[in-house]
């Protein structure tokens, strides 16, 4: 069975500090791989996708960046983090390109200090 | 901006079905309506999906109106691990997902 893992749970950083959220998805191929960010009380605002290796869509301007270096791994990285980047981070996966029925992993809470 | 509209609270008794209406009067052909849920603090939970038909599976099931531009979920036995924040999406193949604020299901012993 299909499986997603994210890690750190929780996450407190200072502001101007780096960031790297790391997802991996277990037993399936070529997923296709989302970054959504929640605020405190608001819906999910979908951050970054990708449909293959080294592919990497961005839906929003911000103060973030993705990559996939493999397969099945899918990284969410800042080089300076901003007190507007606190927030609930999640990945996704899904499969084919209808896209539908995406599975969501645990998520990251961030806070920036 | 999210193709939906929902109120943002309900509130059911435990026990009872809990009927959670979506409003997308806008809804073309192609699209389809997707139920998700978000338990605090967890990733959203997949729940059911349909294009034009009536659906049901093990979670719940989804009525969508002749016209489409309306559905209603329903859980048939809410239980208090139902309490959740519900979100109904309209998606078009190949598209990505707009999650709109939901509503917030609180089932009450």
């Known amino acids: 069975s299909q499986t997603i893992h994210q890690w750190p749970a929780t996450l407190v950083q200072p502001v101007g500090s780096p960031l790297s959220l790391e997802c991996t998805v277990e037993?399936?191929?070529?997923?296709?791989l989302y970054w959504y960010r929640q605020a405190a009380g608001r819906g999910l605002q979908l951050l970054f996708y990708?449909?293959?290796?080294?592919?990497i869509s961005s839906e929003v301007p911000q103060n973030l960046s993705a990559s996939r270096p493999q397969d099945r791994q899918f990284i969410l990285s800042s080089k300076k983090l901003l007190l507007s980047d606190s927030g609930f981070y999640l990945c996704?996966?899904?499969?084919?390109?209808?896209?539908?029925?995406?599975?969501f992993g645990a998520g990251t809470r961030l806070s920036v200090l | 901006d999210a193709k939906t509209t929902q109120p943002p609270s309900m509130d059911c008794a435990e026990g009872r079905a809990a009927n959670l209406p979506c409003n997308h009067s806008?809804?073309?052909?192609?699209?389809?309506v997707y139920w998700y849920r978000q338990i605090h603090s967890q990733g959203p939970q997949y729940i059911i999906h349909?294009?034009?038909n009536n659906e049901t599976n093990e979670m719940a099931s989804l009525i969508i109106t002749e016209d489409r531009k309306s559905s209603t979920l329903i859980l048939p036995h809410a239980t208090l691990r139902d309490t959740a924040v519900y979100y109904c999406?309209?998606?078009?193949?190949?598209?990505?997902?707009?999650f709109g604020p939901g509503t917030r299901l609180s089932v009450l012993p």
């Open positions: 996704a996966w899904s499969v084919g390109l209808a896209k539908n029925i995406q599975y």
């Open positions: 037993g399936t191929s070529n997923p296709n």
């Open positions: 990708s449909v293959g290796i080294g592919q």
């Open positions: 806008t809804i073309s052909g192609n699209e389809y």
């Open positions: 349909g294009l034009k």
């Open positions: 999406i309209v998606v078009g193949y190949g598209q990505n997902f707009v």
